[in-house]
């Protein structure tokens, strides 16, 4: 699609779409991925973050305003995403994932935690919930509060909201050992 029917498209969805037209939207969309699935090969997640940036710039160029109001419609679009690829996450969580691709520039208390790379953060998981279930060795936490001092918490202060939410649920019997490993690859892949 051209730069330009994008800008019509999504001129379209934010300024004259109401409730009916956003239900197409999002119906022709899951029919889009479907077939491309089917006859295109594989889709991968889009890059809601990159999706962003492209949309804010173009919309900035043809617009000039609206920024806010842009980045608060791809939110919801990239929360639309995560639910259709991720079904078994909570709301909280997708707000959470949606909010942490798109952040909202009026809110200045964001976080601001540097997303460590998934290998880092899935070895980060094994040791905390080794640790929380007792299953840890006694030298490796050892080891682990020497070079660190308190690392359980400097660990849960890192992990971004929906990897605590999902350790969570695991933690409190909430969720099954398979379920957990579920969710934490999604969002582990969706942070990274």
């Known amino acids: 699609m051209a730069n330009h029917e994008l800008v019509q498209v999504l001129d379209f969805i934010l300024n004259r779409s109401d409730e009916a037209s956003i239900e197409v939207l999002a119906e022709a969309v899951v029919r889009r ?110 080891g682990l509060r020497d070079e660190m001092g308190a690392w359980p918490e400097r660990y849960w202060k890192a992990f971004p909201a929906v990897i605590r939410s999902v350790i969570t649920d695991y933690l409190k019997g909430i969720i099954s050992k398979k379920d957990f490993y579920s969710k934490a690859g999604i969002a582990l892949e969706m942070v990274s």
């Open 33 to 142: 991925r479907r077939d491309l699935a089917m006859f295109g090969g594989v889709l991968k997640l889009p890059d809601p973050q990159r999706m962003a940036a492209e949309f804010s710039s173009q919309m900035n160029a043809s617009i000039g305003a609206g920024v806010g109001d842009l980045k608060k419609s791809i939110r919801q679009m990239a929360a639309s995403i995560i639910k259709q690829q991720a079904p078994e996450l909570s709301e909280g969580q997708i707000a959470e994932l949606a909010g942490a691709w798109i952040p909202d520039t009026g809110n200045t208390g964001t976080n601001t935690t540097a997303i460590l790379p998934r290998d880092i953060l899935s070895s980060m998981i094994e040791q905390f919930i080794a640790f929380s279930q007792g299953t840890m060795s006694a030298a490796e936490d050892k």
